[in-house]
């Protein structure tokens, strides 16, 4: 099944020759809200280990 599925994926991947990146996000935003929300769940799983 993979040896069928390959050629597919190749061509799939080689027609797309722009990047597949939106011009509405901007690279910076989107790494920063990343950051913000694994922060925020950070502070949240220490706050409530009460194992210590």
């Not at 597919?8 to 990047?19: D, I, K, M, P, V």
């Amino acid at each position: 099944m993979t040896h069928t599925a390959l050629p597919l994926l190749t061509q799939l991947a080689s027609e797309g020759g722009e990047g597949g990146n939106h011009e509405s996000l901007s690279p910076y935003l989107t790494g920063g809200a990343g950051l913000f929300i694994l922060l925020l769940l950070l502070f949240i799983t220490t706050r409530f280990n009460r194992d210590r």
